[in-house]
């Protein structure tokens, strides 16, 4: 049975001190490209949704002007935020928020998340992206686990129990179907991939 939000945070929560102790190659290789393609520019704010202990928070955080990490666990939260005063890091700030709510008002340039999506359903996920469209960045970077071909419980990235990824194609319609023309595809692994979507009008070419 699906997990409740409540699962999800508490599951996360027990994992926080040692999340970043076991990052596979493909994982990295996914916080590598979010930031590439994220690309802030120095006074532009980025939100992090599925923050967790702030890879993608903290890696940005030196080329934008303000980062906001949004994440359910508390447990993985204080590891971002211990982390951002380890490193001296102020203009990253970390709270709690979920996909649909995540409790961010003002203006926002780039949104940014990795590897939490997939915890959504399909049509959550959908919700999550509107959400996001609503709040009116123009670009949108989404690292995550995803099917380019059939999907394998017995490949890496994807358990069945906790995790519901969508396939590239339902992520590529609700993309567009939420404004957001897809730019940038990039497999990582049959089952990780980063896509990037632009607001129609708003692509750094036009
Ligand atoms: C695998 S971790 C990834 C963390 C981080 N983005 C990274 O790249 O290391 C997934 C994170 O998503 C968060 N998460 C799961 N469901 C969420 C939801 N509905 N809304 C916000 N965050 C969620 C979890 O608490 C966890 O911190």
Redesign the pocket.
Known sequence: MKKT?EE??A???DL?TE??DN?SEE?LA??DL?VEHAAPGPDDVVL??????????LALSARAGRVVG????EG??DQAREKARERGIENVEFGY????D?RFEGDVDVVT?????H??SDE?KRE?VEVIAGLGPRRLVL?DVMFFDEADPDDPFYSPEVDDPATVGTLADIFTDSGFALTAVERVHDQVGVLVGERAGERADE
């Open positions: 939000l999800h945070a599951r996360f929560s926080a999340y970043d990052s994982y996914c916080c979010v992090d949704l599925g923050t967790g202990t702030g890879a993608i928070a949004r994440d359910i666990s993985m939260l928020g979920e996909f649909r995540p998340s990795n590897f939490a999506l915890h959504l959550e999550a690292g």
